[in-house]
């Protein structure tokens, strides 16, 4: 194999595992995907140290994305340039266990239940609040009929849980910005009901996401 096939081959894999990696992570629960973009992420703060809250986030996108490339094609590179006929074979092992470990990324979305509260766990890596789209929660029976949904209207609609209990609850959230987020349902109202031995389905909508993450609990007393 020539040294040019060599980089263009190096060159379309460390781009294939980038894209694998952030096609990954758009699925449901799958943000900890992105661990394997944290090289780029991490070098290209150096030139935009407010990252996608700068003033040109895709610019910052891109140079993570250049550079992870970059690395993940030089490691390719190292394996195509063996002498061995089967070094194709070896690169495509390689991409192929990067593409499985960022599926290991994805973590469930955790929820805690007792008999009088939920929990629904949002948080991304443990310890950070995620951006929201939305959230709404439906009789599992009825799930066209929420008795809670809110809606975020900026990107500062950010949250580690959402807790719920038996009986009543505000409408009104503790940690985002109340300018952050509009409630859809109750319509004008501060409380809202969630009945006892009746399931609810609580559905987790977040922004670029092809899908909805969603979780079912009820209470018994």
Same mark, same amino acid.
């Given at each position: 194999m020539t040294t040019q096939r060599h980089f263009v081959y190096a060159g379309c894999i460390g781009l294939l595992i980038c894209l694998t990696?952030? +096609?990954?992570?758009?699925? !449901? #629960?799958?943000?900890?995907?992105m661990m394997l973009m944290l090289p780029g992420i991490l070098i290209a703060a150096l030139a935009? !140290?407010?990252?996608?809250? @700068?003033?040109? !986030?895709? %610019?910052?996108? /891109?140079?993570? +994305? %250049? &550079?992870? @490339? /970059?690395?993940? +094609?030089? &490691?390719?590179? %190292? &394996? %195509?340039? +063996?002498? $061995?006929?089967? @070094?194709?074979a070896k690169a495509s092992i390689v991409t192929a266990l990067l593409a499985t470990l960022s599926l290991t990324g994805c973590s469930v979305t955790k929820l805690e239940s007792s008999s009088d509260t939920a929990t629904i766990h949002v948080e991304t890596l443990a310890d950070y609040p995620t951006t929201i789209k939305s959230l709404r929660i439906a009789p599992s029976a009825s799930p066209n009929t929420p008795v809670f949904a809110v809606e975020g209207v900026t990107d500062r609609f950010q &949250? #580690?849980? /959402?807790?719920?209990? $038996?009986g009543l609850n505000q409408t009104r959230l503790d940690e985002p910005p109340s300018d952050s987020y509009r409630i859809l349902t109750p319509v004008g109202g501060e409380t809202f009901a969630l009945a006892t031995n009746t399931?609810?389905?609580?559905t987790v909508c977040k922004p670029h996401h092809l899908l909805c993450d969603k979780e079912e609990f009820s209470f018994s007393k």
């Open positions: 990696c952030m +096609g990954v992570a758009q699925l !449901p #629960h799958c943000d900890n995907a935009v !140290p407010q990252g996608i809250h @700068s003033y040109n !986030p895709y %610019l910052y996108v /891109f140079l993570a +994305g %250049l &550079i992870n @490339s /970059f690395l993940y +094609g030089v &490691i390719a590179l %190292l &394996i %195509l340039r +063996g002498r $061995s006929n089967a @070094s194709i &949250i #580690h849980e /959402f807790v719920f209990h $038996s399931k609810y389905t609580v």
